[in-house]
């Protein structure tokens, strides 16, 4: 069968007539040109279109695209939302339920405009480090060089100094949840200072934003509750996540799912998040695996790999990349064949 190319997107906004133009984002222009490339060599299908062939009904067509839009931003609402009714197509949308329900900000956002609003990084991890050690005093916390050591390293798209800042208030290995809280919470106030339920309410959508849009054919999706790394819970946290996300979506829709998408926040999932995603009725499972970045088959429904918007062109007269030709079972396209 075709291969299944699932697009996966974050920010999308006026970047530079915005208050945190630092953000790693597409623009309007960019991804109004990704959507010409996109519609240009793929077909993009619904998220019921590959439900459907996932379980042997009509199968997808060749060049199947399936755009996604992770975290609930209220971009996806006054940005993305036009511009697919405008072209006729649908995207499959993964708010956070507390960022819906709950008007907080996550703390992966707000390390995000943390960083958006820091100038000198450099100085902002010496200072991430400063309020860790303030906790050493009544825990045994990994070292500042066990730290650095583990994360002071530059990344595809980050320097070092930014990378350590992200992975260690991230996911720092030894250093408590309440503790990486406490200090992006700190950070947030010093560097970004705004209300956070003002702050939520700019970034994120509502619940009725979030209807109008399923009302208009997207496909609203489970991503966790307080989007949590799902492998690193108990079972029982796991299963109390994936409950949460029927009950939100329940709410969205005005009745519980069937069939819903799941997408895992951070990509983070295991052997129990698959049982119990199953168990609770979730169709299909998008990851953010960016190794294998096509899904040849559909097999493994929950564990669907995703392209991010990085690694497509941005104009819709580029010439195909390696994924899209992959994608379309070609070697050359025909244009350029033609040439
Ligand atoms: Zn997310």
Redesign the pocket.
Known sequence: MSPLTIVMY?YVRDLARSRYPGIKGRTLEEFDGQLDYIQRHYTVVTAADVVAASRGGHPLPRGACLLTF??GFLDHFTVVFPRLLARGISGAF?P?AVAAEGRRV?D?HKIHFILAATHDHVALAARVIDLIAAHRRELELPTTEALKAEYWRASRYDPAEIVFTKRVLQKGRGIPTGVRTAVVQTLFEERVGVDEAVFARELYMDLAQLRALAGSGMEIGG??VE?RWLDELSAEEQRIEITGMRAFLAGVHGRLPTDWLL?Y??GAYDAITLRLAGDGGAALGVT?DAEKDLARTLDAPLRLPRLDTNDLPLHGDATPVAWTLEALNVSRPASVAAR
């Open positions: 974050h992770d975290d993964f956070p996550l992966v991503h966790g989007h997408c926040p951070y953010a």
